[in-house]
């Protein structure tokens, strides 16, 4: 169920009357474009990353590790000590000074073996903190199974904690740490780009318009019809086209090329924090918005009721129930046709509307029609 503020936002939405609305305004916000590589808002196909996880082990810890009574810590610290030759039953372990961690990573693309890689560790008991703590020999594999690379080192921290159980001090978050370059990759990943026939380059925002100018920026480049928009985010370049060039060159002379994209009329809102980002793109059909506050605040007081005197009642406790509504006066914003989001937040903020009542009427718009953009609730 959505939280509701203590009080009730009305927002009614009113079509003006042709009398009343202003010409769109011809500059076409709409239209608005700008200029960017196609390195910058592409990907090539098949060059990515791939995440890798493992399950490790910290020492080194100054009495903040996993307690006694997570199980698996100490059946780790007892098989490690079995393969150390060591032959100590779990159940007698007692260390504060150790703690079970999952450690995760991202594969970048063209890595090969000896390429070092950054790691994340986090805690997976009920350890306090992982500072001063090192990571013993972990294997970090891959969603088939295999182990692509390993990893140890000390872990640093962007936090810590400090007192006892009494009064304590915790700054960030001492139970997750980072190993930068902690892990060594052990299995070739690289694709051979010799071997590719054709490149389909990837948008990040797919866009039917700005597939189509790029594919036009690189057949014009190139002087010959080699590529082809497939859809709104996907642009095929076929290699046999352009005889003998290395894919890698021909891929930096591609980055380099740059393309008219339009901007998307978007609207991104945080219920939780309050948060609005709207783009100069977005633009607001005719409307008059009514805003008002309304809070009805109940409250209950138990009282005791006496009896008549010389009767047989007896003395009982009753509630008194008293309710109180305050309701200010609502106000009123008009938009013309056509009206920017700068007409929006100064029309909003000469009412005293504040963050989250700006959500509610730019979602009450989007019901109304009459904001034109995407809506997004985060």
């Not at 159980?165 to 190993?179: D, E, K, W």
């Not at 057949?219 to 996907?234: E, G, L, M, Q, Y």
């Not at 642009?235 to 060159?249: F, K, R």
């Amino acid at each position: 169920m959505r939280h509701k503020p203590p009080f009730i936002l009305s927002a009614l939405l009113l079509p003006l009357l042709a009398t009343r609305v202003r010409p769109a305004d011809t500059g076409a916000s709409h239209a608005l474009t700008r200029t960017v590589r196609i390195g910058d808002v592409m990907t090539v196909e098949g060059v990515r990353e791939n995440p890798l996880v493992g399950y490790g082990f910290t020492v080194g810890l100054n009495g903040t590790g996993d307690r006694q009574q997570t199980l698996f810590s100490m059946q780790t610290l007892a098989n490690i000590l079995r393969r150390m030759g060591v032959q100590v039953p779990g159940a007698v372990i007692l260390a504060r000074n150790v703690a079970a961690v999952f450690v995760t990573a991202n594969l970048p693309p063209f890595a090969r073996p000896g390429t070092r890689i950054d790691v994340n560790v986090s805690s997976t008991g009920d350890a306090k903190s992982l500072e001063g703590g090192t990571l013993l020999l972990t294997p970090l594999y891959g969603s088939d199974g295999q182990v692509y690379a390993v990893s140890q080192g000390p872990v640093i921290l962007a936090g810590y904690t400090a007192g006892g159980r009494a009064n304590s001090v915790t700054v960030n978050h001492p139970t997750a740490g980072r190993i930068p370059e902690g892990a060594v990759v052990e299995l070739n990943t690289s694709i051979d780009l010799s071997q590719m026939k054709k490149l389909s380059l990837l948008l990040r925002d797919p866009d039917f318009a700005g597939a189509e100018n790029a594919a036009d920026a690189i057949n014009r480049d190139f002087a010959a019809n080699v590529a082809t928009a497939v859809d709104s985010r996907r642009i095929d370049v076929q290699m046999a086209a352009l005889g003998n060039q290395p894919v890698p060159a021909t891929l930096a002379r591609i980055e380099g090329l740059t393309f008219l994209i339009r901007e998307r009329a978007k609207v991104v809102v945080n219920e939780r924090t309050g948060t609005i980002v709207m783009g100069k793109s977005v633009t607001l059909g005719a409307a008059a918005i009514l805003q008002g506050n309304l809070s009805v605040q109940i409250s209950t007081e138990f009282e005791p009721s006496q009896p008549a005197p010389f009767s047989l009642g007896q003395t009982v406790v009753v509630p008194q129930t008293t309710i109180q509504t305050n309701h200010s006066a609502a106000h009123r914003v008009e938009l013309h046709e056509g009206a920017t989001v700068e007409d929006l937040v100064n029309g909003l903020q000469a009412i005293g509307a504040t963050a989250r009542d700006v959500i509610a009427i730019l979602e009450a718009l989007k019901a109304n029609g009459s904001l034109q953009a995407e809506l997004e609730v985060i």
